[in-house]
């Protein structure tokens, strides 16, 4: 999701084709050419330039709402309810050990350090771009790492199926994170404060601070290898520093 602007000029976009296997579009008021992975303008008047990722997060209706009581929702386009109910089952069909696309139909051969439609939350931070296994993130719940010189911190909630993005430093420290006493709470090591999975310190010496947000972006691993240089997650051995283990 990108803010649908350049230079403060509004644009309006329109689906326009594929390349790399990757979805473009391309705007009305200058016909410039965008890919749909990165946000950056390939081929137009304004080529080069790359579009403000718009922070978002994907969950589940209900979690939403509960958060958001008085959320607005976007009405399906008229006629194409079926066509996205289509594309949904399509991607949800798609298992860890399906081969990857074509090679030639990619800009990268496909990276063979997981599995091309392996579950992944990438992010990127400090011009450095890690994907995080989403299998490994269920299984840690909390997952506290540096990433370009960004102290970052990764929460699963279980109940449901989020993945939830943050940077670590609050009021000029770096915290530590640990699950908490309940389900969806996290406590920090420093100040032994309580947090929700979202964020929002609810207890504690820090209690009403909040973490800054960073945007996560679910993808599978071979879309997202294809399109820069990363490294992907391990989790650290003991005794090891957030962030010292990659491959």
Request: hydrophobic share 35%.
């Amino acid at each position: 999701m990108f803010r649908a602007e350049v230079d403060g000029r509004a644009l309006m976009f329109f689906h326009t084709n594929m390349r790399g296997m990757n979805m473009t579009f391309a705007d009305r008021e200058t016909g410039t050419r965008w890919q749909q992975e990165t946000g950056e303008a390939f081929d137009g008047r304004l080529k080069g330039k790359r579009l403000e990722v718009h922070p978002f997060l994907i969950t589940t209706w209900k979690a939403w709402r509960d958060r958001h009581p008085t959320t607005l929702v976007m009405a399906p386009v008229p006629g194409l309810e079926e066509l996205y109910a289509n594309m949904w089952r399509e991607i949800l069909g798609r298992t860890r050990d399906r081969p990857g696309p074509p090679s030639d139909r990619t800009f990268r051969p496909v990276d063979p350090r997981l599995p091309a439609y392996e579950p992944i939350v990438g992010l990127e931070a400090g011009g450095a771009r890690r994907a995080y296994p989403r299998a490994l993130l269920a299984r840690a719940q909390v997952v506290n790492d540096r990433l370009g010189g960004e102290p970052v911190l990764l929460v699963y909630i279980r109940s449901n199926d989020t993945v939830t993005v943050f940077s670590r430093g609050v009021s000029g420290q770096i915290l530590t994170f640990k699950p908490g006493r309940r389900a969806g709470r996290l406590a920090d090591v420093e100040t032994r404060s309580q947090w929700d999975s979202y964020g929002t310190c609810l207890e504690g010496t820090l209690r009403g601070s909040q973490l800054k947000e960073l945007t996560g972006r679910p993808q599978f691993w071979w879309g997202w290898a294809a399109f820069g240089e990363t490294d992907v997650y391990s989790v650290p051995g003991r005794g090891a520093r957030p962030g010292t283990v990659h491959r």
